[in-house]
C-alpha cells in the first residue's frame, strides 16, 4: 500500500475539517434538523480527519476524533430508529436499514 504524501493528508484534513464546520453551522442555522444528516456529516468529518492523522500522528488528537465518530455513529443509530427519519428492521436477527421519511432532494437508501 502506497503511503499518503503530507500534502494529500493535509487537504483530507481539510476535507474533514470542513466537514465538522459544516455540520456545526447547518445545526446553528436549521429550523428543523434532519439528524441523519448531520451525524453523517460529523462522522465522514471524523473519519477523513482521523486518515489524515495517520500521516500527521497526534494522539489527543487522533483520540478526540474516535469519540467524535463514536458520538455520531450513536446518533446516527437514534436518528434512525425515529420513524420520522427511518426505522431498524430485524431480518433473521440481523439489522437491516430502511431509511424513510428522508427530506426532499435526498436519495432514498435500501440496504
Known sequence: MTPISPFAADLIGFAGSFC???AY????????MNMVLFN?????????LTVSL?????????VLEIVWMAIALFGLARALDDPATGVFVRVAGLPLIVI??????MPSLFW
Open 100 to 105: 424513510s421519511g428522508v427530506p426532499t432532494g
Open 25 to 32: 453551522a447547518y445545526s446553528n442555522v436549521a429550523k428543523t
Open 54 to 62: 495517520t500521516v500527521n500522528f497526534n494522539l489527543p488528537t487522533l
Open 20 to 22: 465538522i464546520v459544516a
Open 40 to 48: 453523517l456529516t460529523n462522522f465522514v468529518g471524523a473519519a477523513l
